[in-house]
């Protein structure tokens, strides 16, 4: 059943920028602005995601400051936070409120700036991070998210024999992917090999499983299905589940098999009328390599323990009989965390329209994205589909 | 019209608290279950806000982590930060869930600390609260939020020959009111000089111009006006309006008159068919003692440079013609952000109840909450109305 359709999408390249939270959001409204054939004159409201600029830049109050800048003043504005998947929590709620006739038009996005440019460097800036830990629990401990998807992975290679060679082969192929797509901000290939050289981050994470702190920003527009044809080139969301999971870790009943994501995809899917093996292409957040073994096996890809041996087998590849991440993923394409949701509708809007450049599938008429906050507590499954 | 109904409510003492975020919520959560009469069980999901706890504790991605701690760790979460309105902002979006048909039963709620129990302390919190205001034009120059006010203030001073006299009115009332109200963060009286004897903070406002920073915690539940019947004592919410206006405060058409407090009364009254005069009482956002005048006039309650003149004259009073804040408001109750705008649907709820203690009011069929955020940018006006 079509939920609602994504009308506009735009996205700034991902990798370090100079300009302030404003402008670099604007560089991704105006180009879904564009694509959608209106202007902001046309916008409902406004679903806005950020996740640290608070931590990091102390700038608060984002949504109606960013609505001046970019035009649409007036419009009721409303900011999420829910750690990385945070535009992902307001496409949901967007999705929600057209499709219930609240709005007509909306605009949703964000943005985030995680490099250098903020003022922090990379020990602050993975303090900040850790604000997603559990402040009483984890954090005291000195956990930190390489540390956090570290514990999930090791469990999962306890129990399934998943090695290190096989999430190596993730890193590889999302940097293949990021290789054809020129808004990633890692554009080189890289290999098995250079991955298990480099220098542990944790245990079984080296520097290459993990992903980069990017600055960024994404958009797009959802209309209500009543209206998508109107538009030259609606994409249909036919699903959204929302699965949430204990935090701290300690209280999850199983580490090595996200229960979010299980939960969210069930609804997803349910939704949607479709089955994993109907899904052409995904898009997961692969924070650490092994987070996106666990995503493609939480989502029904592949049976438990075998998403290593999928991975290292090219099952995933764009040219693979389920490509994971053709954008290149949070691995290659870059991972600043508010825009990260809607980056991934952006990636499954242009697959389906078949807009995808170098990176484009043979079969890219379903779509899945799966975005993850902190620990995988918070989980977001969002199927989109070709407009019928 | 009814939109939805909240059928329970709760809040912690508004003041000095040495309990955890969590902690605290739970002091406000378990007793609007119990109000309810309902169970973490029965929840579908939560809509919760947070303004400042990543810059003043350094935590983030909360909604889970609360869910978790209260006992409803599955049920899709929500975080919202929006300033100071960061919570009347969670309520809105809850409405509309429930009156889509989204969810059924849904907590929403707040918490905050400031005080210096979060390890910061007042010119520090100070800065965290700045971060609300403009990063790049007004964070430069040193505006604090007492100087936000003061200035809109001032202008009114100059337009409508508002007196320092006539704002420290309203702080004397607040207080009376605040002394009637068991959990305010001030139970102690003033009195017009003791007002306009305390030091200038940012002038016109001295220090009893200008609420406390509090910690403390608000929760309600709201269900469809369809379920509303099978609780013991629904009051509903008819009308829910939401303005926006430009930020900085240099972008903004005037400054005396909030534009966006307005809007959102406008579009409050509308939904709920009723007009200004036919409000018993409100609550306001009254950070300083000046934005309580401006709301006043904003609602429609009186005309515009009349405020300062009707709370001399004692009109706005538990025993006035339009009792403003009977709950003590933000200058006596206290202001824990992310807990201020579901404290103020508490208050409502309370009143229209009859179960408002030494403080109710005599005529409190129909009541209004006016929670703004930032510069007043973001304003939502909630109409509550006892069940017909």
Known sequence: ??????????????????????????????????????????????????????????????????AT????????????????????????????????????????????????????????????????????YEQPTGLTFPGVFALLTKRHMHEHG?????????????????????????????????????????DPFRLMDCCPFSDGASAAIVVSDDLADSYSDPVDVTGVG????????????????TQAARDAADEAYSQAGVSADEVDFVEVHDCFTGAEVLATEALGLFEDGEGGEAAAEGRTRVDGEVPVNPSGGLKAKGHPIGATGTAQITELVEQIRGEAGERQLDDAEVGLAHNLG???????????????
């Not at 608070?54 to 949504?63: P, R």
């Not at 929302?242 to 098999?257: F, N, R, W, Y």
């Open 162 to 202: 998943t090695t290190e060679e096989q999430l190596a082969e993730v890193a590889v192929k999302n940097h293949y992917h990021g290789s054809l797509n020129p808004r990633a901000h890692f554009g080189k290939e890289t290999t098995v090999e250079e991955v298990l050289d480099g220098p542990v981050v944790a």
């Open 374 to 388: 902190g620990d995988s507590a918070t989980t977001i499954v969002s199927v989109m589909e070709a407009r019928a």
């Open 1 to 66: 059943m079509t939920r609602a359709s994504v009308v506009g999408v735009g996205m700034t390249e991902f990798g370090v920028h100079e300009k302030r939270l404003a402008e670099l959001f604007a560089d991704a409204a105006f180009p879904a602005f564009d694509d959608a054939g209106i202007t902001g004159d046309d916008v409902d409201a406004f679903y806005f995601g950020n996740a640290m600029s608070g931590l990091s830049e102390n700038d608060t109050h984002l949504a109606p400051k960013i």
């Open 242 to 257: 929302h699965g949430t999971d204990c935090v701290p870790i300690s209280d999850k009943e199983q580490l090595s098999a």
């Open 69 to 136: 800048h970019i035009g649409i003043p007036g419009v009721p504005c409303q900011r999420y936070e829910d750690a990385c998947a945070t535009s992902s929590n307001a496409f949901k709620n967007a999705v929600e409120a057209v499709e219930a006739g609240v709005h007509d038009v909306v605009l949703v996005g964000g943005v985030e700036r995680c490099t250098p440019e903020t003022g922090l460097d990379t020990p602050e800036m993975t303090r900040v991070f850790a604000s997603a830990s559990h402040r009483e």
